[in-house]
């Protein structure tokens, strides 16, 4: 036996020996912090961008033209239903008033003398003393000139609208913005820009938008009882301004009966109270709608829940035996930083909260933290 051969037995052998001095070392479990699932509960609700928009809007236009003598009104203020806001010269609609009232009375006396003809034409009619000819254009006669009273009654009331017109009232109460016009402007009637603005601000609407998709999983909800509406007859909603609380609560008032084809989005209104007149048309919020109460929601937090490259939803929950196992899940709403649990978890399951990190299925595990239900 060569000394090549003799050099690699020892080293066999020394191997062998290190082998059995160093046994293979075991695994350690690894610690976690789990949640024992209990239903509880919840109040669910959802987050959605909305605009704040008028209650009511009215934008002043002149009915008849000419040129405006007055501003009634200081802009920005607030302003009352039927109250004066501009004045047109009202010199040509007062001489139009007093030519119908002229026109009137001589269509009233032309009246009072077809009645006079027809009446003697009447009382002659027996003796023969006229034809029935006569009689006959003696009631024509008087039924054109009373309906000549009429068209003249018409003009006249007519003119008195057109002169009332000249004064420009408010057709709603709210606050108005800045004035298009000033004095001494040419107005005309039903022109197309608006004079002035009327905006009703209190109370006003914030209109958001939500995915149909998901109005008609809430809708199932409500039907299978597994949610149940806050208040029978309305659903609260509260606003976000700028990052802060807006402190009047406000209600859903309805939702649009068509879906956006361009977005899949159905258009949703709420109503809220605007005393101090904080909410403005246009300005940006985020609202808080208060769907409903799941009374047995069983929650996880969002933390614990992975997701595969396809967006199939599963947790890691530990078993009898201490080991790792992994469950798909169906997950719903978020509330706070957990989410409800559709399917795949029961009351009891103890899902893994912390340490998931390196965490295979199949792992044993020493559970160092647990808490029941929130």
């Known amino acids: 036996m060569g000394l090549r051969t003799l050099c690699l037995v020892g080293l066999m052998i020394v191997l062998v020996g290190c082998q059995e001095q160093h046994p293979a070392t075991k695994t350690v479990p ?35 033209g000419g040129i405006l003598h007055k501003q009634l009104f200081s802009e920005g203020s607030l302003v009352g239903e039927g109250q004066s806001l501009y004045k047109i010269d009202p010199a040509m609609y007062e001489a139009e008033v007093e030519s119908a009232k002229a026109a009137l009375a001589r269509a009233q006396a032309t009246l009072q003398q077809a009645i006079l003809r027809r009446d003697r034409r009447k009382s002659l009619l027996g003796s023969r003393a ?8 003696a009631e024509a006669s008087y039924l054109q000139a009373k309906a000549d009273v009429d068209v003249a009654k018409a003009a006249l009331a007519t003119a008195q609208i057109r002169l009332r017109y000249t004064d420009v009232l408010a057709p709603i109460t709210g606050r108005i913005g800045k004035s298009n ?43 299978s009882g597994r949610l149940q509406k806050i208040h029978a007859h309305s659903t609260p909603v509260r606003l976000m301004v700028d990052e802060t609380p807006y402190p009047h609560e ?18 949703l209104r709420a109503v ?14 985020k609202a808080q709608v208060f769907e409903g109460v799941h009374e047995e929601a069983l929650l996880v937090p969002e933390i614990a829940v992975q997701r595969s490259a396809r967006g199939e939803a599963s947790v890691f929950c530990v078993d009898a035996n201490e080991r790792v196992v992994r469950k798909a ?25 912390a340490g998931l990190r390196g965490l295979r299925e199949g792992d044993r595990v020493v559970v160092r933290e647990q808490a029941k239900g929130l």
Do not use: C, W
Not at 250 to 267: K, N, P, R, W, Y
Not at 335 to 346: I, P
């Open 130 to 137: 006229v034809s029935k000819q006569d009689m006959e254009d």
């Open 272 to 285: 809220f109270p605007n005393p101090d007149g904080t909410l403005l048309p246009g300005l940006y919020v």
């Open 250 to 267: 406000g209600h859903l008032q309805f939702a649009d009966i068509s879906v956006d084809e361009s977005t899949g989005m159905v258009l």
């Open 329 to 353: 899940i169906e997950v719903g709403e978020r509330t706070n930083r957990d989410v409800v649990v559709v399917a795949g978890l029961r009351e009891g399951d103890r899902v893994i909260v």
């Open 181 to 223: 016009v000033t004095q001494g402007a040419l107005v005309t009637a039903n022109q197309a820009d608006p004079l002035a603005v009327i905006h009703q601000l209190d109370p006003v609407y914030v209109d958001m938008t939500r995915s149909s998709l998901e109005l008609l999983k809430l809708r199932d909800r409500y039907v």
């Open 30 to 64: 690894r610690e976690v912090s789990v949640r024992i699932l209990a239903p509880s509960a919840v109040s669910l609700s959802v987050e959605l961008s909305g605009r704040v928009s008028a209650y009511k809007k009215a934008e002043v236009r002149p009915q008849v």
